[in-house]
C-alpha cells in the first residue's frame, strides 16, 4: 500500500536547485552558497537579482551591464501602461499586480520564446518593471503623478521616493535595499513552487510569475506582513501581552509567527528586528516596535513559535513610509529575482511536475438516470 501522503507536502523535496538553502535547525539561508548574514548590508539588491538569474555576484563590468539592461527594461509596455487607471480603480494591490504582470507578459518583446537567453531578458524586465507596478499603481489610486525613475539611483532608492513622494536618506535606502535582499529567494516555499509547476509545463514566464503572485498573496504566505501590521493597529498598547495570549487561547493564528523549515530563529527575522528598532529609534515613536517585542516575547513563552521574515518587515516597512496594503506586494518586488531564476532553472532540466494523489472518495457507486437521483 502507498505512503499515506504528508499534508502540506511537509518535508518532500519537490525540486533539486542551485540557488537557495536553508539550514532549519541552525536558522541559516544560503543563496548559491553565500550566508545571507554576509549578504544583507553589504550586497545591493541588484547584485542579488545577478546572483540568482545569472550564476555569480556579478563583476563591476557586469554590474554595469545588468544595470543598463534593468534601467532600459523598465518601461512598461502600452497594454499594462493603458490599463493601470482601470485596475487601480477595481483591484486591490496584489488583485492588481497579477492582472498587470500578465498584461506585460502581452507587451514583452520575448514573449514568444522559451529560449534560456529570452528567459534572462525577461527575468531582467520583470525585476526592473515589478517596482514600477507598484509604483504606478498607488498614484494612479492616489491621484497623484510621479516622476520616471532615475537612472542613477537604485531599485531601493527609486521605490521609496515614487512611493513616498520624498527623497530618502541614506540610512532608509540601505535598509530597504537589505530588505530585498532578505526576501530575494527561499528554497520552495509556496509562491516558487507554483511557478516551477507552471514553467514546467513549458508555459512561459510571465505565466509562472502570475501563478506565482496569486500564491504569494495568501495571509499564510506573502500576505502575513500586512495581517501583522493589522494586528498591531488592533491591540491596545497597554494589553499586547493578555490581548495575544486571549487570541492565542481562544486558538488563532498570530500572524508573523511559525514556519515550516525553521526549528529556531529565521535568520532574515534577526536582521529585520534590528532594522525596526533602528527606524523606531530614528522616527521617535517606538510604540509598534515596544508592542512587536512583547508580542514575540508571549507568543514565545505560550507557544515556543520564533517570528518569521514577515514580523519584522511590518514595522520595517511601516516606519519607512510604505502603506500597509503594498507590504505584500513589496514583497513580490524582491522575490520576483528568485522567482524568475526557478523558472530559468526549471526549464534548463524540465520534468513535468505532476504528484499523484491519494483517493480519499466513494467506490463502487451505480449510476442512476436522472429521474431517479
Ligand atoms: N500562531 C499560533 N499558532 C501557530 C502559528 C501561529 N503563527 N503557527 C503555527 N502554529 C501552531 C498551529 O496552530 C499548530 O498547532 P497544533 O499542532 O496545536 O494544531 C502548529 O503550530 C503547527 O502549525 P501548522 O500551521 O500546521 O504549521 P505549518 O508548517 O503547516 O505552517 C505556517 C507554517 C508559516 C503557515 C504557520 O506557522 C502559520 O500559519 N503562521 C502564520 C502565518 C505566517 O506568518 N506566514 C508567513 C510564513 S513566512
Redesign the pocket.
Known amino acids: 500500500m502507498a505512503d499515506k501522503p504528508k499534508?502540506?507536502l511537509?518535508d518532500v523535496v519537490a525540486a533539486s536547485t542551485a540557488l537557495s538553502d536553508i539550514d532549519g535547525q541552525a536558522g541559516r539561508l544560503f543563496y548559491r552558497g553565500y550566508d545571507i548574514h554576509d549578504l544583507a548590508g553589504r550586497t545591493t539588491f541588484e547584485e542579488t537579482a545577478h546572483l540568482l538569474q545569472c550564476g555569480s555576484l556579478p563583476t563591476g563590468e557586469q554590474l554595469a551591464a545588468y544595470g543598463t539592461e534593468l534601467v532600459r527594461g523598465r518601461k512598461l509596455g502600452t497594454l499594462a501602461e493603458a490599463n493601470i487607471p482601470e485596475i487601480a480603480e477595481k483591484q486591490a494591490p496584489m488583485e492588481a499586480l497579477r492582472t498587470l504582470v500578465s498584461l506585460a507578459g502581452g507587451d514583452d518583446p520575448d514573449k514568444d520564446s522559451n529560449s534560456p537567453e529570452a528567459n534572462l531578458r525577461k527575468a531582467a524586465r520583470l525585476t526592473a518593471q515589478q517596482p514600477i507596478l507598484v509604483a504606478r499603481y498607488h498614484a494612479a489610486r492616489t491621484g497623484t503623478t510621479i516622476a520616471d525613475p532615475d537612472p542613477e539611483l537604485s531599485i531601493a532608492a527609486n521605490f521609496l521616493l515614487q512611493i513616498t513622494g520624498r527623497t530618502p536618506g541614506e540610512h532608509e535606502v540601505g535598509i530597504f535595499d537589505a530588505c530585498l535582499v532578505l526576501h530575494a529567494d527561499h528554497t520552495m516555499?509556496a509562491s516558487t513552487f507554483a511557478a516551477r509547476v507552471c514553467a514546467a509545463t513549458l508555459s512561459d514566464m510571465h505565466s509562472a510569475i502570475v501563478a506565482a503572485i496569486g500564491t504569494l498573496k495568501g495571509?499564510?504566505?506573502?500576505g502575513?506582513n500586512e495581517?501583522?501590521m493589522r494586528t498591531l493597529e488592533s491591540l491596545d498598547p497597554s494589553a499586547v501581552a493578555q490581548s495575544v495570549r486571549d487570541r492565542?487561547a481562544a486558538?488563532?493564528?498570530?500572524?508573523?509567527?511559525?514556519?515550516?523549515v525553521y526549528k529556531t530563529e529565521?535568520p532574515r527575522a534577526t536582521h529585520l528586528r534590528k532594522m525596526s528598532q533602528e527606524l523606531a529609534e530614528a522616527s521617535g515613536d517606538d510604540k509598534y516596535y515596544r508592542m512587536s517585542k512583547e508580542m514575540e516575547e508571549v507568543?514565545f513563552e505560550t507557544?515556543g513559535?520564533y517570528p518569521?521574515?514577515?514580523?519584522y518587515a511590518a514595522t520595517v516597512y511601516h516606519y519607512l513610509g510604505i502603506p500597509t496594503d503594498l507590504f505584500t506586494p513589496v514583497f513580490s518586488v524582491s522575490r520576483m529575482s528568485g522567482w524568475t531564476a526557478h523558472v530559468i532553472e526549471q526549464h534548463a532540466d524540465n520534468r513535468l511536475i505532476r504528484p499523484d494523489s491519494e483517493y480519499i472518495g466513494e467506490r463502487d457507486q451505480k449510476w442512476k438516470p436522472i429521474a431517479e437521483r
Do not use: S, T
Open positions: 499534508k502540506g511537509a516555499n495571509p499564510l504566505h506573502g502575513a495581517q501583522v492565542l486558538g488563532e493564528k498570530i500572524m508573523g509567527f511559525g514556519h515550516r529565521d507568543v507557544k513559535l518569521n521574515v514577515d514580523f
